[in-house]
């Protein structure tokens, strides 16, 4: 098996995208957050540990300024955030609401934005 592969359906699984969006995750996710995704899973992690953890996990070189890169994907709805230093991965659902009202809408075909309606 490919090893990517796997990596791409644990992917898919933690955020539970819907089978039909996986041609499209490209335009949902960043590279870098798919790594993030990754590295956390289902844990709740803090800044000091999602560190530790990507330097000791990642192929990916560690974004340079981590809490900004944290900020960032919370802000685009990768990440839930706990308190002021603890993130947990969100759902898809979490990160459409924010890409459909604010990013790629009309990146997409109208039979995906229609599929994504009736999801």
């Known amino acids: 098996m490919n090893p990517k592969q796997s990596l791409g359906s ?33 844990d709740v992690l803090s800044i000091e540990a999602i560190t530790a953890r990507w330097e000791a996990y ?17 802000k685009r709805g990768v990440l839930q955030r706990h308190d002021r230093s603890n993130y947990s991965v969100t759902d898809f659902h979490s990160r459409y609401d924010i890409w459909a009202l604010l990013e790629g809408w009309l990146d997409i075909p109208d039979s995906i934005r229609g599929n994504l309606n009736r999801w």
């Open 10 to 42: 644990r992917f898919y699984h933690l955020v539970d995208l819907p089978g039909f969006l996986i041609p499209w995750v490209d335009r949902f996710y960043e590279p870098s957050e798919i790594d993030l995704v990754l590295l956390l899973a289902r």
């Open 58 to 74: 990642s192929d990916a070189p560690c974004p340079e300024d981590i809490h900004a890169f944290l900020e960032r994907s919370y």
